[in-house]
């Protein structure tokens, strides 16, 4: 990175965004730059966020080593719901067009 286009504003634009490490290499730019080392805290709080995310991913793979791959029998259930989800709704679309023709029978009768 060039030094000149280091900012405070750069790093927190870079965090808001998701890019940590590109954050944290700009607050430690800046942090090395100022005296006072006001940013130091921040610095510590994206390693964090780094480490926790870091870790997050590990365990998101260590999960998904441990699922299981679907069998036939995940197949056929998955099949009946499916079908079972789709006579479900068959029905409720005849429960619906039943209500709509008894609501037409009703209005023509009072129209006789």
Known sequence: MKEKLI????????EKQGYLEDALSCYLYLDEQNKKHEFTEVVKDIQNK???????????????????????????????NTKVLSLFEEWLNMIVLEKKIHNFKKIQANYE
């Open 7 to 14: 900012t405070k504003e750069l790093a927190a634009l870079y």
């Open 50 to 80: 780094i480490n926790f995310q870091t870790n997050q991913e590990n365990q998101d793979k260590k999960t998904n080593r441990h699922w299981k791959k679907p069998s036939d029998h995940d197949s056929k259930e998955e099949d009946r």
